[in-house]
């Protein structure tokens, strides 16, 4: 289920749905760890968060 999250985080993201890609991410994070994908979560979690706070500027 981890990968389902990541996978609906990307679509967002590349849609410009920053706030709902974070919620998928973050998401995934919660799941059991299977794919041993958490790293590469991380890195998008703070790849949208900068995304976002260069959107308030």
Request: hydrophobic share 40%; charged share 25%.
């Amino acid at each position: 289920r981890d990968i389902s999250w990541q996978i609906l985080g990307i679509c967002q993201e590349m849609a410009g749905n920053l706030k709902v890609a974070l919620y998928a991410y973050m998401n995934s994070l919660e799941e059991p760890i299977v794919n041993r994908i958490r790293s590469a979560t991380l890195q998008r979690i703070q790849s949208v968060k900068r995304r976002m706070s260069l959107c308030r500027i």
